[in-house]
């Protein structure tokens, strides 16, 4: 298929695509009728994605190489067009270290795919959205942008994701194109249950943090993003939009003895 075939089909390109977030979003987006092309590092997960799920285009991917985005991109565009969504959902966690115990290549690491990740694609994307005088762009931040938490490498790149999708929503807002960023609270993926598994987090802090009591479903943060990709947010640009059980509002009360939980102990 290509875009003179199917004219009015959207198209939406998500990146870290195989797990957790991403693979909800993909999914959530093809069951309002995209295409979408599914891209992340992972090779055996996309391989085992293939068989499940053919609909959607896999790609192999690394966000942190320009060469390998630049390639990505020539491909969706000579088979179906410049995409009109495109989410960044590639991302990488940071372990809970002293400031004193972090190793500056983890730190460069992160901010390469965390930061430098998404703002390739959203500048290569967006520019060529620009040119059509369409498209929406979405990155994925997290409260860890906006409540300081002990992660030196994680939440300042991630607050800068928040300083990017408010920048390039000024400069890409006059060619119609929008560009918004969600901030996760804690949401049940591969990495957070590993890291609960290994007892490095405790699931009920995790959960008792957050005024509704509870996680985030990866469903619930494509949930958010479908309706912001959607023309019900056609005028909503700029912002960074919390999906979080109520983590922000939670947080602090600490501070006076914590939440009050009726039913809980
Ligand atoms: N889970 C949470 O609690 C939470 C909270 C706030 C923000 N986030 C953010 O949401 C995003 C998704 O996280 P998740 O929890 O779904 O994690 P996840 O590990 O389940 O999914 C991330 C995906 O990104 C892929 N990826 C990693 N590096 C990549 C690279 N260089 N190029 C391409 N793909 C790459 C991984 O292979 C994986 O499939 C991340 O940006 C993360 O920081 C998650």
């Given at each position: ?19 957790g ?8 987006l093809q ?18 994605l ?10 192999v ?5 320009e ?21 960044n ?21 992160i ?12 500048r290569k ?25 002990p992660?030196?490498?994680?939440g ?15 400069h890409l ?30 699931a009920?802090d ?35 939009l ?6 922000l ?5 600490g ?11």
């Open positions: 298929m290509n875009a003179a075939e199917d004219e009015d089909r959207r198209i939406a390109l998500v990146t870290g695509a195989a797990s977030i991403g693979l909800a979003v993909v999914e959530r069951a309002e009728g995209y295409q979408v092309v599914g891209a992340d590092r992972n090779r055996d997960q996309l391989a085992r293939g068989e499940e799920n053919p609909q959607v285009v896999w790609q991917l690394d966000v942190s190489s060469e390998e985005i630049d390639g990505l991109k020539q491909d969706i565009e000579d088979r179906f067009g410049c995409p009109h969504a495109v989410v959902a590639a991302g990488i966690m940071q372990d809970n270290v002293p400031l004193d115990a972090m190793e500056m290549e983890e730190h460069d690491r901010w390469d795919v965390n930061y430098r990740g998404s703002f390739l694609t959203c994307f967006g520019l060529a959205m620009s040119r059509l005088g369409r498209g929406v762009l979405i990155n994925i931040a997290s409260i860890t942008a906006l409540r300081p938490l992660l030196f490498a994680y300042p790149g991630k607050a800068a994701l928040v300083a990017m999708t408010e920048s390039l929503a000024g807002g006059p060619s119609s194109v929008r560009v918004n960023a969600v901030a996760p609270g804690f949401v049940l993926t591969p990495p957070i249950k590993s890291k609960i598994d290994a007892g490095l987090r405790d009920s995790l959960s008792n943090s957050a005024a509704l009591g509870r996680m985030v479903a990866p469903e619930e943060i494509a949930e958010a993003i479908a309706f912001l990709i959607s023309d019900r947010a056609a005028a909503i640009t700029g912002i960074t919390p999906v979080d059980a109520g983590w509002a939670g947080s602090a009360w501070t006076y003895g914590g939440l009050r939980f009726s039913g809980k102990e």
